[in-house]
């Protein structure tokens, strides 16, 4: 079993910065791909950023220049810097993992919230 254990949530100020963290554990887990998803209340969720294990990465176009995704392949964890921050960047972020056998797990969501 796969856990994700994520961190970093918070309040901040707009045009200000938070860092989310996602470490998964499992025996013998290792992953093909990580990434965040957020949801907003009344709204789906939707893609933040991925990054595969090789290092490539796609962003949404509304957190392009403002939020960078990185990860540590020998720790299975995944970091998503935030900056420049808006209100609509509120929601639940949510770490997603794509295992190399081709499974998906999700993390419990950390809440980021923007507001003066």
């Known amino acids: 079993q796969v856990q994700l254990v994520e961190s970093g949530g918070g309040l901040v100020q707009p045009g200000g910065s938070l860092r989310l963290s996602c470490v998964a554990s499992?025996?013998?887990?290792?992953?093909?791909?990580m990434g965040w998803y957020r949801q907003a209340p009344g709204k789906q969720r939707e893609l933040v950023a991925t990054?595969?294990?090789?290092?490539?990465?796609v962003y949404a176009d509304s957190v392009k220049g403002r939020f960078a995704i990185s990860s540590d392949n020998a720790k299975n964890t995944v970091y998503l810097q935030m900056n420049s921050l808006k209100p609509e960047d509120t929601a639940v972020y949510f770490c997603?993992?794509?295992?190399?056998?081709?499974?998906?797990?999700w993390g419990q969501g950390t809440q980021v919230t923007v507001s003066a």
């Open positions: 997603n993992v794509l295992s190399v056998t081709g499974s998906t797990f």
């Open positions: 990054i595969t294990r090789g290092g490539s990465s």
């Open positions: 499992g025996s013998g887990f290792s992953f093909a791909a």
